[in-house]
């Protein structure tokens, strides 16, 4: 059984699922093997692929809640599998390798050997991942007759080099929405929550939301929305909390708060 995630459980009255699925920088050491990437180099991949301390963002914001969310984190680097990503063509990333299994580096250099069989990583990590975040939404579903996923992400303030949206804005926060899962009220609720940072866009320079699959485009009842927020906003050069980390905590605080009533 994979161990590449935590569930950290919110209060029973709570709906909520907050998902932060790229926080992490560990790599098991049986998967560090097929990575072609120096040490060095790899530290660097590293620090420009992972969304640095959302984790503790999350742990930070909700921390006094009266309600908390129930937390889902991904303790593996989504250099092991990314399970945001589609497991098949659909994934748009594919184009540039960087599907559930990334074969090419945020550079564009091979990250691991063209004709690397990703099957062993999806079913250790992915496959078991997908299915205990399914297996939480539809307890929650059984609970609360909802669910709302708040999927939570940061991103570099300039854009890597492999990569498909080259060109697009790169706002203080980028709200992902799907049309069929994230209501339009959820969606002003996040612009009126996050707008003491600046004008928020959505679907730039990242769109859409997590859904688990078994749920996705089909069932109403599950509602997500992402957040994604420009790095600047939650850590300094060095990766350490940056001067907006104590004010963003507040506002991701009020805005969970607030997102109760969907």
């Not at 994230?182 to 859904?211: D, K, R, W």
């Not at 109403?220 to 004010?247: C, H, K, Q, W």
């Amino acid at each position: 059984m994979a161990d590449n995630f935590e569930v950290i459980a919110g209060h029973p009255t709570s709906h909520l699922i907050i998902h932060v699925p790229h926080s992490a920088r560990y790599i098991p050491e049986k998967v560090r093997g097929g990575i072609l990437l120096g040490d060095a180099d790899l530290e660097s991949e590293l620090d420009e692929m992972t969304d640095s301390l959302t984790a503790e963002m999350v742990l930070h914001a909700t921390a006094n809640l009266v309600s908390p969310p129930t937390l889902f984190i991904n303790k593996y680097s989504r250099l092991v599998i990314d399970p945001e990503r589609f497991p098949d063509e659909r994934e748009i990333m594919n184009q540039v390798g960087m599907g559930a299994v990334y074969l090419k580096s945020s550079k564009g250099e091979q990250l691991r050997e063209p004709n690397f069989d990703s099957s062993q990583l999806i079913a250790n990590y992915y496959l078991p991942y997908a299915k205990a975040l399914t297996e939480l939404v539809t307890t929650k579903l059984s609970e609360h007759g909802k669910v709302l996923i708040i999927d939570f992400h940061s991103y570099r303030n300039e854009q890597h080099p492999n990569a498909v949206n080259h060109g697009q804005a790169r706002p203080p926060v980028c709200i992902g929405t799907d049309s069929f899962h994230t209501p339009s009220g959820l969606v002003e609720l996040a612009q009126s929550q996050f707008a003491i940072f600046g004008e928020s866009v959505l679907n730039q320079p990242y769109a859409g939301t997590y859904v688990p699959l078994d749920f996705y485009q089909s069932n109403p009842r599950v509602t997500s929305i992402m957040l994604e927020n420009r790095a600047d906003l939650l850590v300094d050069e060095y990766l350490n909390p940056g001067p907006n980390f104590d004010e963003y905590s507040k506002a991701l605080a009020q805005f969970i708060t607030l997102a109760a009533n969907y």
